[in-house]
């Protein structure tokens, strides 16, 4: 059964024209069918056709169900967008078929591209997650300078602390993927258990040995995703594959 998206599901029981179209004009769908709907939050609903109409498919539901994900962690994945679009458009949608929760496309020193058009990427989501029939839809941010991504996640004081030391982030743990010759562990033996994840991509050049030394400052563990040096896009789909495979309900 195909899934349809139906954000405003709760206020409204009409398909986006969008969705429509492609219910009744190009799926064929008619009057009394039944159809598989997500309001991309983790619930999904079976309802019924009551009018197929090509511009605003009106439906009635029959029951909904609320699912858990695979995975009993959030995955933030922090990358810089490849030279080639195509790469990350892939890296985004295998993402979005794994279990991803936020993607922020991220501006690097050696960034070759700095430009982004989000809209297509928030398609290429949609696509992705009703094709894998996935009822989360992952958060997608504009494109964000490293600096202030550095800021948004710095440690802050704890008073609660001795001394008030820095305190990390509450319940998140940070990672920063490179390819330097640094002493780091890999990500399957970093990480821990239960805990959610931010982790950082860089573009096809790596990260300047500045941003690493950045990262590590503001707590960032330093991290490999294995012997062989990946593309930027295929680094993000194995640490985003690897987080799930670790936190597997």
């Given at each position: 059964?195909?899934?349809?998206?139906?954000?405003?599901?709760?206020?409204?029981?009409?398909?986006?024209?969008?969705?429509?179209?492609?219910?009744v004009?190009?799926?064929?769908?008619?009057?009394?069918?039944?159809?598989?709907?997500?309001?991309?939050?983790?619930?999904?609903?079976?309802?019924?056709?009551?009018?197929?109409?090509?511009?605003?498919?009106?439906?009635?539901?029959?029951?909904?169900?609320?699912?858990?994900?695979?995975?009993?962690?959030?995955?933030?994945v922090?990358?810089?967008?490849?030279?080639?679009?195509?790469?990350?458009?892939?890296?985004?949608?295998?993402?979005?078929?794994?279990?991803?929760?936020?993607?922020?496309?991220?501006?690097?020193?050696f960034?070759?591209?700095?430009?982004?058009?989000?809209d297509?990427?928030?398609?290429?989501?949609?696509?992705?997650?009703?094709?894998?029939?996935?009822?989360?839809?992952?958060?997608?941010?504009?494109?964000?300078?490293?600096?202030?991504?550095?800021?948004m996640?710095?440690?802050?004081?704890n008073?609660?602390?001795?001394?008030?030391?820095?305190?990390?982030?509450s319940?998140?743990?940070?990672?920063?993927?490179?390819?330097?010759?640094?002493?780091?562990?890999?990500?399957?033996?970093?990480?821990?258990k239960?805990?959610?994840?931010?982790?950082l991509?860089?573009?096809?050049?790596?990260?300047?040995?500045?941003?690493?030394?950045?990262?590590?400052a503001?707590?960032?563990?330093?991290?490999?995703l294995?012997?062989?040096?990946?593309?930027?896009?295929?680094?993000?789909?194995?640490?985003?594959?690897?987080?799930?495979?670790?936190?597997?309900?």
């Amino acid at each position: 059964m195909y899934l349809f998206y139906t954000p405003d599901i709760e206020t409204s029981h009409f398909l986006s024209e969008e969705e429509s179209a492609h219910c009744v004009r190009v799926l064929r769908y008619d009057r009394g069918d039944e159809i598989l709907l997500t309001d991309g939050r983790g619930t999904t609903y079976h309802a019924r056709i009551t009018n197929p109409h090509p511009r605003h498919c009106e439906f009635e539901i029959i029951s909904q169900e609320k699912q858990e994900k695979t995975h009993n962690v959030y995955i933030h994945v922090a990358i810089a967008p490849t030279k080639n679009i195509e790469r990350l458009e892939w890296m985004v949608e295998k993402c979005t078929e794994i279990g991803v929760d936020e993607i922020t496309p991220l501006l690097c020193r050696f960034s070759e591209r700095k430009n982004l058009r989000n809209d297509r990427l928030e398609k290429i989501i949609l696509s992705a997650a009703k094709q894998s029939l996935t009822p989360y839809l992952p958060k997608l941010n504009p494109l964000t300078d490293f600096a202030t991504l550095m800021e948004m996640y710095k440690p802050t004081p704890n008073p609660s602390l001795e001394g008030g030391e820095l305190d990390e982030v509450s319940g998140l743990d940070k990672y920063i993927a490179h390819c330097y010759k640094d002493e780091k562990r890999e990500l399957k033996d970093a990480l821990r258990k239960g805990r959610d994840v931010l982790i950082l991509i860089g573009p096809e050049g790596d990260f300047s040995e500045q941003e690493v030394e950045q990262a590590i400052a503001q707590g960032f563990v330093p991290v490999g995703l294995g012997r062989s040096r990946l593309r930027t896009e295929t680094a993000g789909v194995v640490a985003c594959h690897t987080v799930v495979l670790m936190n597997e309900d």
